[in-house]
């Protein structure tokens, strides 16, 4: 099976002054389709440099990134932006919606950037499609400050799948987020890999978070000091039934 | 960049986010806008204001001059007359019939042009009018082949609206031990008529009756009237002139910011009597001039061509022969002459006799320049809050910038490229600049409407200033937006996320 990720002898160095910061030191990973997997490591340890590589918001130094089997480290501004549009899909630990802007239009605005026009209608009814994967149909008009931080980052997860993307890059996706939020959020990263064999990789610090993958990449110091298949998988879903039913949900 | 209906919709969500900052920022190209429309709407209300009055004063005037200035020879003086008695069909024949008697009357029609009674040799039979009214300036400054008879007959001519007939000298007008030395004009009633500018701000002119029965009585132009009356009402008093009593009918005044009166100006520093009291009491009957108007303006040269034609057949002036008069048109004045004359410079200063001889539409092109530069001033001066508005809009959008880098990296991180987050800046500021422009128009509008109701002063509104303001607030927007785009282009997707 093609790997969608596959990064080979990838490098990132920053120039922080005087000195030569090495984020990432030629490391190597692939990926495969429907995989879950988690980025797990200390801060500074080089997982959101990763991560942004992966996201083609930043450009390795050396080395080679292959999504979906294309070289896409060397494309220009233009055809990553494209790349961003329609093959991945973000979620980042301060939700980064649109403020002053409702959850439907926040879901959409991918669309509005892709090549191919979409008609206002088609678009509506995507973004309502995403948002009702997520259970928020009924909050599409609400403001993002009208929203829990779970709902936000639900918004953010519609908005992220809506252009079906190859992969779902989560970046401490729960670290702002209450217990019982965080695990209804891997719930849907489950779901979404179980039942759409979505790709995902999330990124945290946290040991618990990281359980809830198929696969775990540790990272420390730039380098990958493991990466295993996960034998003491959580599941989100059976979690739930045990945890108290949060007051924002109810209604 | 590739602007598409998507990046105009991108725009318009971004602004409807900062709603207040929006609107604030629309207020400061409303006023530019508002302000600029506004001044080109009352400069070029003031050029088309001068424009109808020259139309309506100037353009259809035909004045015949009596003598033909253009030719050396033959050159008449311009006070010289002929005796009156030499063309029986004038009106006062009785009176100066003396004049036939005269046993010398041979010699006298070879020295025709020459006034006789300016002849220091000349022995008379008759008292000179001088002499009759004992006034030694009386008499002096008519001129010599027209007659009234001719004007009648010029009133003849199809397409003509009104004819005056003109005689004009200096004189010294009395009253109470008060003189003014002014200019002194014997018209025909339909003088005001022609004139349009006039008003009358005591007492009215004289009447069809008065030049009929050639009664004494007087129209006083406003500098007159104030040199010898103060701030009275004259109208009723009773003036001196050639020593003869002349009761005052009205006082003319200028209906025209065009024209303000000055001391020394041919229209307002004047007297106006009827042109039969002039030549009965100066034993005259001749005329200096004929002023003629036609209906249309249009139709100025073809009466200018009847009038010499007719003019030439009742003086019976031979083919080949010079004009002993000259027909001149406003029309073809300001044809032949372009630049702006030293007498027109002064004839704007209001420092100059003779007014009437300076064509108003020379005036008119000249106050339309002065106007023009006007406007120009105005204008430029309403740029400057334009600017300012530009600038306003300019700062925002570079704080904007600042201030969004977050949103930036959002949109960059869902695809946005980086031309797209160029075109959704550039669109929002000119969004800004001309939805404010056009509602600077429409305020524009609107103040210049009332500036006209309420304060009177003419503005008109011209599809070329309200494209001219549109364009400007357009430029402006694309001007002081692009360099704010370009910044929130260059914008990296991985900084605007990590901004905080």
């Known amino acids: 099976m093609t790997p969608v990720i596959s990064i080979r002898n990838l490098t990132k160095t920053y120039q922080m002054g005087e000195n030569a910061v090495h984020a990432l030191r030629s490391i190597s990973l692939d990926i495969q389709p429907s995989e879950f997997v988690t980025v797990v490591g200390p801060s500074g340890s080089g997982k959101s440099t ?98 829990s931080g779970g709902q936000q980052q639900r918004v953010a997860i519609a908005r992220a799948l809506l252009n079906n993307p190859s992969i779902l890059l989560a970046d401490e996706p729960t670290g702002n987020l209450d217990s019982r939020t965080s695990v209804e959020v891997m719930d849907i990263f489950q779901s979404l890999k179980e039942e759409r064999g979505i790709t995902i990789v999330l990124i945290t610090h946290e040991p618990d978070v990281a359980a809830y993958g198929s696969r775990i990449v540790a990272f420390r110091d730039g380098v990958i000091v493991s990466n295993e298949a996960n034998t003491q998988r959580r599941t989100a879903r059976a979690e739930l039934v045990d945890l108290p039913v949060a007051v924002e949900e109810v209604g | 960049m590739i602007i598409t209906k998507n990046s105009v919709l991108i725009a318009l969500k971004a602004l409807r986010r900062n709603k207040l900052q929006t609107a604030l920022t629309m207020i400061g190209m409303t006023i530019g806008v508002a302000t600029v429309l506004t001044m080109i709407a009352l400069g070029s209300g003031a050029q088309s204001a001068i424009q109808d009055q020259v139309r309506a004063a100037g353009m259809n005037l035909i004045v015949v001059t009596a003598g033909n200035y253009q030719l050396r020879q033959d050159a008449v003086p311009d006070d010289a007359i002929e005796p009156a008695a030499f063309h029986p069909d004038d009106r006062f024949v009785p009176q100066l019939r003396t004049a036939t008697w005269d046993p010398r009357t041979r010699l006298q029609l070879t020295r025709s042009f020459f006034h006789p009674e300016d002849d220091p040799m000349e022995k008379h039979d008759h008292p000179t009018s001088r002499q009759r009214l004992g006034d030694s300036e009386a008499g002096l400054g008519s001129a010599a082949t027209l007659t009234i008879p001719d004007a009648d007959a010029i009133r003849k001519i199809s397409g003509v609206q009104f004819v005056s007939e003109g005689i004009h000298e200096n004189a010294h007008i009395a009253f109470e031990g008060k003189r003014w030395f002014t200019r002194m004009h014997g018209d025909d009633v339909s003088m005001p008529m022609i004139r349009r500018a006039w008003t ?150 209001g420092n100059v006799s003779g007014l009437e001889k300076v064509t108003l539409d020379q005036l008119g092109k000249t106050l339309d320049r002065a106007s023009a530069t006007m406007t120009a001033l105005l204008a430029s001066i309403a740029t400057v809050s334009l600017i300012v508005g530009g600038i306003g809009i300019m700062n925002i959008m570079l704080l904007s910038v600042t201030e969004r880098t977050r949103e930036i990296g959002i949109r960059r991180a869902v695809g946005a490229r980086s031309g797209d987050v160029l075109a959704q800046f ?17 305020i524009g509008y609107l103040v210049s409407g009332s500036i006209s109701k309420f304060v009177q002063w003419s503005t008109s509104v011209s599809p070329l200033s309200v494209a001219i303001s549109f364009g400007i607030s357009a430029a402006v927007g694309i001007f002081f937006g692009y360099y704010p785009a370009r910044q929130a282009s260059r914008v990296l997707p991985i900084t605007s996320l990590r901004y905080e």
């Not at chain 2, 030549?279 to 001749?286: E, F, T």
């Not at chain 2, 550039?426 to 429409?442: F, K, N, P, R």
């Open chain 2, 200 to 349: 009358f701000p005591h007492g009215r002119y004289f009447s069809k009756r008065e030049e009929a029965n050639a009664e004494q009585v007087i129209v006083l132009g406003s500098i007159v009237s104030e040199k010898l009356f103060g701030d009275q009402n004259p109208v009723g008093k009773t003036v001196t002139l050639w020593n003869q009593p002349f009761k005052v009918v009205g006082v003319i005044g200028s209906g025209s910011w065009m024209v303000a009166p000055s001391a020394g100006d041919d229209q307002f520093d004047a007297i106006y009597l009827p042109v039969t009291t002039v030549q009965k009491l100066l034993n005259l009957s001749k005329l200096n001039d004929i002023t003629v108007t036609t209906v249309s303006t249009g139709d100025v040269t073809r009466v200018s061509k009847a009038v010499a034609d007719l003019l030439r057949a009742r003086h019976h002036i031979a083919f080949r022969t010079p004009d002993d008069f000259t027909v001149t048109s406003q029309a073809r004045k300001a044809l032949a002459k372009g630049g702006m004359r030293p007498e027109v410079a002064r004839a704007v200063v």
């Open chain 2, 426 to 442: 550039l669109l929002e500021s000119i969004l800004l600049s001309v939805t404010g422009g056009l509602l600077g128009i429409l």
């Open chain 1, 50 to 147: 990763l991560m942004h590589i992966l996201g083609c918001l930043d450009q390795p130094t050396s080395g080679q990134y292959f999504l979906d089997g294309k070289d896409v480290s060397r494309l220009s501004d233009d055809e990553i932006s494209a790349v961003r549009n329609n093959k991945i899909g973000f979620v980042f630990q301060g939700f980064n919606l649109l403020t002053r802007t409702s959850a439907l239009e926040n879901v959409e605005l991918p669309l509005l950037y892709s090549k191919d026009p979409v008609p206002a209608a088609e678009r509506r009814r995507r973004a309502m499609e995403a948002l009702a994967a997520v259970g928020l149909e009924s909050r599409s008009e609400h403001h993002t400050n009208q929203l």
